[in-house]
């Protein structure tokens, strides 16, 4: 479970988080919403303690994420906006060493290690080198190397972006089968038929706040309209859905 009050927090003289709260509940895919700049990876990345803010807090399953920086990691699994795989290791390389640092080894690891790979169908590729994977590949061994701990948090930043059409299906599934094993799932996109076919709630973020929140359902209610496009742009405004 994820529980965020009142985020603040500045680069310089730009406000990314202007007081952003809203809650994740296990056992759902909650969605971060809202145009480019609004302030969703920053919001991740507080939450997966790369950075601090300068207001507010968060917690983890009841942990605050800076008095419980380390429990709070082994909480979680992240998948940033950068990738960041070690070209020179093989895709179970770069899997092992994720497990190791957290405290996994032996058979304990390689049996995970080898459930991810059957889960996300990884075979075909799994001892090559990561050095020229293409972008679906890529994608494959970040989520493996999130998850090889089984955390219970999974923040996912733009899960699907520049995924083909069959690969993005295939990670669709994936996400909702994290969902339906009770893990709390937590993703940012500005991507709307990919927000209304997975979420079951919502958060809107324009301009470092939440503007919105609530089911599909609700939001379409609430603002009037008939499809959640039309109910995104009513939500952030219409300036913003002209930019």
């Not at 699907?160 to 993005?168: E, I, R």
């Not at 079951?200 to 089911?215: F, P, R």
Request: proline share 3%; hydrophobic share 40%.
């Amino acid at each position: 479970m994820i529980e965020v009050s009142n985020l603040h927090k500045s680069f310089g003289k730009v406000k990314a988080l202007n007081g952003v709260s809203f809650g994740a509940a296990n056992g759902q895919i909650t969605g971060l919403l809202g145009p480019n700049g609004a302030g969703k990876t920053t919001t991740l990345r507080v939450l997966y303690t790369l950075i601090k803010p300068d207001q507010g807090s968060a917690r983890i399953d009841g942990l605050d994420i800076t008095a419980n920086t380390l429990k709070v990691q082994q909480r979680i699994g992240v998948l940033p906006d950068a990738h960041g795989l070690y070209p020179r290791l093989s895709a179970r390389e770069n899997i092992r060493y994720f497990g190791r640092l957290h405290g996994l080894e032996g058979a304990a690891l390689e049996e995970r290690i080898d459930k991810l790979v059957g889960l996300l169908d990884m075979q075909a590729e799994i001892d090559r080198r990561t050095d020229g994977f293409s972008t679906g590949q890529t994608l494959k061994v970040a989520i493996a190397r999130a998850l090889v701990h089984n955390p219970q948090n999974v923040l996912l930043d733009e899960p699907t972006n520049g995924l083909d059409v069959m690969s993005t299906r295939a990670m669709r599934q994936f996400i909702q089968r994290l969902r339906d094993e009770g893990c709390c799932v937590l993703f940012s996109s500005h991507i709307m038929q990919e927000v209304s076919a997975l979420c079951d709630h919502i958060v809107v973020i324009s301009g470092g706040k939440v503007v919105a929140g609530g089911t599909p359902a609700e939001l379409k209610r609430a603002t009037g309209q008939e499809n959640l496009e039309d109910a995104f742009v009513a939500a952030i405004g219409s300036e913003e859905g002209l930019k």
